[in-house]
Every structure is written in C-alpha cells, then in structure tokens.
C-alpha cells in the first residue's frame, strides 16, 4: 500500500509549484525580491552590506614571502634532485628575491651530504657526494643570484622554551629565532615546527 503522506506531500508541493508559474503576483514578488536585492547590492559598498555566513572573513595562510631564510631541509631538498620535495622546494626558492642560509643551516647540508647511507639491510655504504662534493656544491647553491649569508650571532640563552620537549628541537628553534630577530620569514619543509613558533606573529613559513 503506498505511503498516503508522502504522496500527500508530492501533491501539495506539486500544486504550490504551479500557484507560483501560473500566480502574477507570486511571479512579480519573486522579480521585486530578486530586483531588490540587486538594487540594494549595487547602492551600498560591499563593506556597508550587513554581515551574512557567505560574507564571514576567512583566515587565510600567510602570503608567500618575497625573502626568507632557509631551513637545512629545503636546502637538501632543493640541491639533491631525487628528493621527494625538490620541484617544490626549488620553484619556491626560485621564486624568492633573497634567500638566506646560516653557518647552522650550511653545516647541516654538509652533514646530511657527506653521510654514509645505509641500505636496506643496515648495512652503511657510500655518502651521497664526497667531501669535497658537498663543499663544491654548497659553494655554487651559495653563489646563486639572490643569495645572501647571515651569521649565527644570537646566542642560545635568548631562545624561549616554547613546546622545547626533546634534542632534536634546539637548531629548529634557534632558526626560527634568528629569523625572527632579521624580521624574515623561516621557509621550513616541516609544518611540526609551528608548535615552537609563536602563534600571535609566526615567521615559519611551510614549503609545500
């Protein structure tokens, strides 16, 4: 046996429908209300209209910085090719008008260039480049147009412990100062070093 609500329903709605097509005055109040709406749309400036959940202000991410300090991570990311970010990391350091790197941020390329790789049995075998490979192409990352050298010459004891919670997080947090202290964006491939940032004014700017 059919549902006689539902088929009730269908009927009304079906009967309303038609009201509206065939009514003059349910047509022309559609019209006036649509006509008004335009009317008051094209009177006011946007910013005079009242607020409505379409017209809400959204957060949005920062902008992308025309100069920014380099963590060790788009460096790496940037000069080795096989690197799952390199396109993003070297378009975006690409992009820049001026790109920093510290004795911080160098070391750890030579670092991470010159250190056995291990296969998948553990087993360690040959760096990615030589010694005097990485230096050779930590010279000619730093000679590119664009480029400019800062010192480290904050000294730790200025840094605050905010979310400070294992080892690996003190160079983070020392990059993240000394680029707040030049008033420079902090261009990082990890998005977790937000939580050492300060939230009111961040300067850490994720590469993606």
């Known amino acids: 046996m059919p549902?006689?609500?539902?088929?009730?329903?269908i009927n009304i709605h079906s009967h309303i429908k038609g009201l509206k097509s065939k009514?003059?005055?349910?047509?022309?109040?559609?019209?006036?209300?649509?006509?008004n709406i335009k009317d008051l749309n094209e009177s006011y400036p946007s910013s005079l209209l009242p607020e409505t959940p379409l017209r809400r202000k959204r957060l949005?991410?920062?902008s992308i910085p025309t100069e920014a300090l380099l963590d060790v991570n788009v460096v790496i990311a940037s000069v080795f090719a096989d690197h799952v970010n390199h396109l993003p990391a070297r378009r975006f350091v690409e992009s820049l008008e001026r790109f920093y790197t510290t004795p911080t941020v160098q070391g750890g390329?030579?670092?991470?260039?010159?250190r056995p790789l291990k296969n998948e049995r553990g087993e360690l075998s040959?760096?990615?480049?030589?010694m005097p490979g990485a230096h050779a192409k930590l010279r000619e990352f730093t000679e590119?147009?664009?480029h400019a050298f800062i010192s480290d010459d904050a000294p730790f004891t200025?840094?605050?412990l905010r979310s400070m919670q294992g080892h690996r997080q003190w160079t983070?947090?020392?990059?993240?100062?000394?680029?707040?202290?030049?008033?420079?964006?902090?261009?990082s491939l990890e998005s977790r070093m937000a939580t050492l940032d300060d939230p009111v004014t961040p300067v850490l700017f994720v590469v993606a």
């Not at 005055?25 to 649509?34: F, Q």
């Not at 390329?109 to 010159?114: G, M, P």
């Not at 040959?126 to 030589?130: G, K, N, S």
Request: charged share 20%.
């Open 172 to 187: 983070d947090a020392y990059l993240l100062h000394v680029a707040r202290t030049r008033n420079l964006s902090l261009a």
């Open 60 to 62: 949005t991410m920062p």
């Open 3 to 9: 549902n006689m609500c539902i088929q009730y329903d």
């Open 109 to 114: 390329f030579l670092r991470f260039a010159t």
């Open 126 to 130: 040959q760096p990615r480049l030589t």
């Open 23 to 35: 009514c003059p005055i349910l047509r022309s109040n559609r019209r006036n209300a649509s006509k």
């Open 158 to 160: 200025d840094l605050g």
């Open 144 to 146: 590119t147009d664009g």
